[in-house]
């Protein structure tokens, strides 16, 4: 016994010498950060961002690795299954990790057992945007509109059971409107089909519809969060056109699969917090319309926990469920 008891105990020290080895000269090669979004997006458009600053503090590059599909479902599941050692990382957001592990029961990965929060990056507010073309100028117009066309109007989002289709059903809920959800492989996929007037309204963050915004292709008739946004001062909030309460956001954070060691954990999490308070990069993400925030990884996941209980209330009440 005393002699398996030794053997036990020289492979456990090995294998805690070799981990904390590798945690020493890590990274030494370049890194993937998968965006689990279509290119163009709010999360590729951040990703983008951070990678570079973060790479310069790792350095190391970081590779954008752009997997999309199935409300991100598709790039998440490729992360929860990769090597973890550090080197394949996820940019998740509540649509990944907060909504769609409630409202889809047969999503392939679980957020508690695969997956092993790094650091809260980011959050943004979303505005509720129509085309240009539709006739109204403000939020009451656009209810008065739905309402004398119940089923006739609808409203895109990035996937079933992410952030701008909860968004859209919150909506719905509080302006007491039927709206049919059209769901697309990203929001940047949306914008073409409102253009032509096929969709009629998008809640999204600004980072993605800015463009179209500042063009005058796409009309701002309000912003989600409890107080108007700085840099869209003239804009009102839903709270303050009537739908009290009304309050959302969405937040960005890396994951890392589970059984990364955390030595490595925490050299990922010191560089994007470092990244994310350099003057520089918190200009950037001002004018993305996102604001830097950073945490532990402890921090981290206190906040998804605390996001996904918001969105579970929803989710039953409204009898949410993706097929």
Not at 4 to 18: A, D, S
Not at 32 to 44: E, K, M, Q
């Amino acid at each position: 016994m005393k002699k398996y008891l030794g053997c036990v105990t020289l492979v456990l020290t090995g294998l805690l010498v070799g981990e904390s080895s590798i945690a020493q000269t890590y990274p030494a090669k370049p890194m993937r950060l998968v965006v689990p979004f279509p290119a163009g997006g709010a999360t590729d458009i951040l990703a983008r961002a951070i990678g570079q600053k973060a790479s310069d503090k790792l350095g190391q590059s970081v590779v954008i690795d752009n997997r999309p599909g199935a409300g991100g479902t598709i790039g998440s599941d490729h992360v929860a299954k990769s090597p973890p050692d550090g080197y394949t990382l996820l940019i998740a957001t509540g649509s990944t990790h907060s909504i769609g592990p409630i409202i889809n029961p047969k999503i392939p990965y679980n957020v508690e057992r695969d997956f092993v929060p790094v650091v809260y990056v980011a959050n943004t507010s979303s505005v509720l945007v129509v085309p240009g073309t539709l006739p109204v100028r403000n939020l009451a117009e656009f209810i008065a509109l739905a309402k004398s066309k119940p089923g006739q109007l609808n409203f895109g989002s990035s996937g079933n059971g992410t952030n701008s289709h909860l968004s859209g059903e919150l909506f719905k809920a509080q302006a007491k409107v039927f709206l049919t959800h059209i769901p697309y492989r990203g929001t940047g996929l949306v914008f073409n089909d409102m253009m032509s007037g096929q969709v009629h309204m998008l809640m999204d963050n600004y980072v993605t519809a800015q463009s179209n915004i500042k063009e005058g292709k796409l009309r701002v008739l309000g912003v989600t969060s409890p107080q108007r946004l700085p840099f869209l001062p003239d804009v009102p909030t839903l709270d303050e056109q009537g739908l009290k309460g009304f309050d959302v956001s969405n937040w960005f954070g890396i994951y890392a699969p589970r059984g990364t060691p955390t030595e490595i954990v925490l050299k990922v999490n010191a560089a994007f917090n470092q990244a994310l308070q350099e003057p520089d990069m918190q200009k950037r993400l001002a004018t993305l319309g996102a604001t830097p925030t950073g945490s532990t990884p402890e921090q981290m996941g206190a906040m998804v926990a605390a996001d996904t209980a918001k969105w579970t209330k929803l989710i039953r009440e409204r009898k949410l469920v993706v097929d």
